[in-house]
């Protein structure tokens, strides 16, 4: 069954570095989006991305943050300058041909900035 | 602003027991409900989605219900086992928008 698939698994990071994230959304899904998950606290949407633009963002997705699609099935989210509270769990997601769809998850990456 | 909800934080049932699980959101004027578990330190995987104009949604064990007028969906567990110990997520969409606002959770621990 297809998957959404994320790397690294678990990234530790010193504060001000620059991270990127990488996903391979599902292959013939059109929708992306990035979620985190600050331990213990609740899922919160980050950016939703489609036909090669942001189609929209919440208000913790501020200027430090990007995302890019730079080939057919790669979806990145960098952040510029790591801060501490950027420490979280970062999902990637995607989803199909319209708004109705299933959004599915990937199994997450571990962001530590210390 | 849409908040969502979900009744109990934790619940701790012997195997076997039938359960249900609760979710309140705010705006009722959602496009889809999803229901999702999460396994400790992992990703989510989707169980169930209900579009708006549904009331109910099965698979399996799992038999997921939307009340769009109230505010509310339950996610119905039949004849629980130990392997459904979980996090179980409720997320809800609005119409007009592409992004799911989730509710913190239900702890699920289902003893042998």
């Known amino acids: 069954e297809p998957e959404v698939t994320q790397t690294p698994s678990h990234q530790v990071t010193q504060m001000g570095q620059e991270v990127i994230l990488r996903c391979v959304p599902i292959?013939?899904?059109?929708?992306f989006y990035w979620y985190r998950q600050i331990l213990g606290q609740k899922v919160e949407f980050l950016v939703s991305?489609?036909?090669?633009?942001?189609?929209?963002k919440s208000e913790i997705f501020d200027d430090q943050f990007s995302v890019e699609r730079p080939d057919g099935s790669n979806f990145t989210l960098k952040i510029r300058s790591t801060k501490l509270e950027d420490s979280a769990m970062y999902f990637c997601?995607?989803?199909?041909?319209?708004?109705?769809?299933?959004?599915?998850f990937g199994p997450g990456t571990r962001l530590t900035v210390l | 602003k849409q908040e969502v909800t979900q009744i109990p934080a934790a619940l701790s049932v012997p195997e076997g027991e039938n359960l249900v699980l609760n979710c309140s959101f705010t705006?009722?004027?959602?496009?889809?409900l999803q229901w999702f578990r999460q396994d400790p330190g992992k990703g989510l995987t989707s169980l169930l989605l209900?579009?708006?104009?549904?009331r109910e949604q099965t698979s399996g064990r799992l038999n997921a219900s939307l009340d769009k007028s109230s505010g509310r969906s339950t996610l119905y567990i039949a004849a629980s086992q130990p392997g459904d110990s979980a996090t179980y997520l409720c997320?809800?969409?609005?119409?007009?928008?592409?992004?799911?606002?989730f509710g913190k959770g239900t702890m699920l621990l289902v003893s042998p």
């Open positions: 997320a809800v969409r609005l119409s007009g928008y592409s992004t799911l606002t």
């Open positions: 705006d009722s004027a959602i496009y889809n």
């Open positions: 292959s013939n899904h059109l929708y």
């Open positions: 209900i579009q708006s104009s549904q």
């Open positions: 997601a995607s989803s199909g041909t319209g708004t109705a769809d299933t959004q599915y």
């Open positions: 991305f489609y036909n090669n633009e942001i189609s929209e």
